[in-house]
């Protein structure tokens, strides 16, 4: 089951989720009104969702938005609208391990610890860059410079 839970106000992220699955796979939806003010950001609590905590993954751009759960976690780069971004679809087999084998999430992302950080991202342009040091001095936690989002119209 994919749920999000997005810090975004409910009328913005409906529009966007509607846009991305127009088939309605995504059934169950939070927005920031369920998530917990933590000063200048919204904290995502994953006990709100409702589901087993053993079975509950995060993939956030914010490593704070889960800090209630961190052994739920993985802090993922950013995306605004770099096509040749594989983050996301860097984790699959990740994703494919929880899914088949039922195994609690502390333990795959403990098993996969060492991976993770490349799959989330974090070194994935350091082959475009040719120096990674380089372009991590030039960049936060490794990730590409945040370019402005893209106006989305609705």
């Not at 087993?52 to 490593?63: A, G, K, M, P, S």
């Not at 950080?117 to 342009?125: E, I, L, R, S, Y």
Request: proline share 7%; net charge negative.
């Amino acid at each position: 089951e994919i749920v999000i839970f997005t810090a975004a106000t409910q009328d913005y992220a409906d529009w966007v989720i509607n846009q991305i699955d127009p088939e309605r796979y995504i059934h169950y939806r939070l927005y920031r009104q369920h998530a917990l003010p933590w000063g200048p950001i919204f904290v995502k609590d994953l006990s709100r969702i409702g589901r087993d905590l053993d079975r509950t993954l995060i993939i956030d751009n914010v490593q704070e938005n889960f800090m209630l759960q961190p052994h739920n976690g993985i802090f993922i780069c950013p995306w605004y609208d770099d096509i040749h971004d594989i983050a996301l679809s860097a984790l699959t087999p990740l994703l494919d391990e929880l899914i088949k084998t039922r195994v609690k999430v502390h333990e795959i992302l403990e098993k996969y610890r060492d991976q993770i950080p490349t799959w989330a991202g974090f070194d994935q342009f350091s082959q475009l860059a040719g120096d990674f040091s380089e372009l991590e001095e030039n960049t936060e936690h490794g990730c590409p410079p945040e370019s402005p989002p893209v106006n989305v119209q609705h």
